[in-house]
């Protein structure tokens, strides 16, 4: 076994996915931390400009996994054709990002090493080994997984939990692998990718996000909100009970029962910051936060933050964006 950690880039149609990078990004830590060199693997077809690509970080080396059977997604192709790429570069670690496309093929493909996908890690450690935390309990409880039989093992990190601006450059050789895949390997028929729902809003794709929470009050109130994200070119989001009581769509709400974010920008507007909110805002750049309670558990991680009436702090706010716009 190689002491390598191999950390499996995802794509679609050649756009990369934004968590692919951060768990590139937690693979380079994991490797310094441990000692190990890290290369990184692109599983599909016409993948050699995006290979390139990745080999401008710092990497041991890039693999370019390519198979014409491996155009559309299908969890026994990528299962078939990963298990040859890691059974020749015998990696120690195996990383991917905790995406839908990876829970669908990777517990599959760790059973076949006679391991278990240890899922949606937060955290990184090395004591005498490698220790992975995963939150428990919609986050109340952290757990320290450390992996046991023989490597290689098989981890999927949390978006939002690795920040891929800290990656670093470099230089890595490309080496094409083609894979020994057949058409009677693949049992399924392709399917297009797995969405929430019918034109839902991609937060995760979104640079600045305004969030509201139940201190709007009443569903009449939320275009004050609305006003301050489109002043800021940015995307409106909510907390769950806000969208339980259908005062937004279930696209728009951040936590752990929604979506995973990392905006540049994130502004939380009368949110008090419970636990299952910050897990999915957590990995935000830079919080603002907004909340009338000085105490506010919301103030314990924002970086910055104005105690204040949102129904007088947000109109002034946009009032003063207006103007700076008028002013340029």
């Not at 670690?93 to 093929?105: E, W």
């Not at 230089?171 to 894979?179: C, G, L, R």
């Not at 636990?275 to 957590?282: A, E, S």
Request: aromatic letters at 6%; one cysteine or more.
């Amino acid at each position: 076994m190689s002491e390598t950690v191999l950390v499996i880039m995802e794509q679609r149609g050649g756009a990369w996915t934004r968590t692919s990078f951060e768990t590139l990004a937690a693979g380079q830590r994991l490797a310094a931390e441990m000692g190990k060199t890290v290369s990184a693997a692109i599983p599909g077809r016409g993948v050699d400009a995006l290979a390139n690509e990745v080999a401008s970080k710092k990497l041991d080396r890039v693999y370019a996994v390519e198979h014409e059977l491996l155009n559309d997604y299908t969890a026994d192709g990528f299962a078939a054709a990963l298990e040859e790429l890691i059974r020749q570069v015998q990696p120690s670690i195996v990383l991917f990002p905790h995406t839908y496309q990876v829970r669908d093929f990777a517990p599959k493909l760790a059973t076949r090493f006679n391991q278990a996908l240890i899922s949606d890690v937060i955290r990184i450690r090395n004591e005498n080994g490698p220790i992975f935390v995963r939150q428990l309990f919609q986050g109340k409880l952290n757990a320290d997984v450390r992996p046991g039989g023989p490597a290689p093992y098989f981890i999927s990190i949390q978006a939002g939990a690795f920040n891929a601006e800290s990656l670093e450059a470099g230089a890595a050789p490309v080496e094409k692998f083609v894979p020994h895949l057949k058409a009677a390997d693949i049992r399924q028929r392709p399917q297009a990718p797995f969405r929430e729902s019918t034109g839902a809003v991609d937060l995760t794709a979104a640079e600045i996000i305004v969030a509201v929470g139940r201190g709007i009050k009443e569903k009449d109130n939320i275009p004050i909100v609305e006003e301050l994200a489109k002043a800021l070119g940015g995307e409106l989001a909510a907390t769950r009970p806000v969208c339980d009581s259908g005062w937004l769509p279930i696209e728009r709400q951040v936590g752990s029962s929604g979506q995973t974010v990392s905006p540049k920008v994130y502004i939380a507007v009368g949110i008090s910051g419970a636990i299952q909110h910050q897990l999915g805002m957590k990995g935000s750049k830079t919080i603002v936060a907004i909340n009338k309670d000085a105490n506010a558990p919301i103030f314990e991680v924002a970086d910055y933050g104005i105690v204040g009436d949102l129904f007088e702090v947000v109109p002034a706010l946009v009032e003063s964006l207006q103007s700076a716009l008028v002013a340029h």
